[in-house]
């Protein structure tokens, strides 16, 4: 079975911090892309950042330059550190993983990935 285990949301206020943290498991963990969608809509989500198997990273505008995400093969986690905070931010975070040699899409609607896997979700909540 399938899991991907999100943690580390929390409130915060402007230009503070969080550490998202994401367990894997069922799965083929380092021959996948892991990354981070935002919750926009009741049923959109738009990717804010994916790590490839190889390490390489790609972030969404918005967070370019403030959130940094990582892996860790060894543990079957990968992490997206969130800094300078804003209440823009505020959201609902779910990690998801791409199956093996696929990627994952820019924007996902009903939470389902036609290549992937889609785990629970975490609430970041900004205040100003």
């Known amino acids: 079975e399938v899991q991907l285990v999100a943690s580390g949301g929390g409130s915060v206020q402007t230009g503070g911090s969080l550490r998202l943290s994401c367990v894997a498991s069922?799965?083929?963990?380092?021959?996948?892309?892991m990354g981070w969608y935002q919750q926009i809509t009741d049923n959109e989500y738009e990717l804010i950042a994916h790590?490839?198997?190889?390490?390489?990273?790609w972030y969404r505008n918005s967070v370019q330059g403030r959130f940094t995400i990582s892996r860790d093969n060894a543990k079957n986690t990968v992490y997206l550190q969130m800094n300078d905070l804003r209440p823009a931010d505020t959201a609902m975070f779910y990690c998801?993983?791409?199956?093996?040699?696929?990627?994952?899409?820019?924007?996902?609607?009903?939470?389902?990935?036609?290549?992937?896997?889609w785990g629970q979700g975490t609430r970041v909540t900004v205040s100003s």
């Open positions: 790590i490839t198997r190889d390490g390489e990273t």
């Open positions: 998801a993983a791409s199956r093996a040699h696929f990627t994952l899409p820019r924007a996902v609607r009903n939470a389902q990935l036609q290549f992937g896997y």
């Open positions: 069922g799965f083929t963990f380092q021959d996948s892309w």
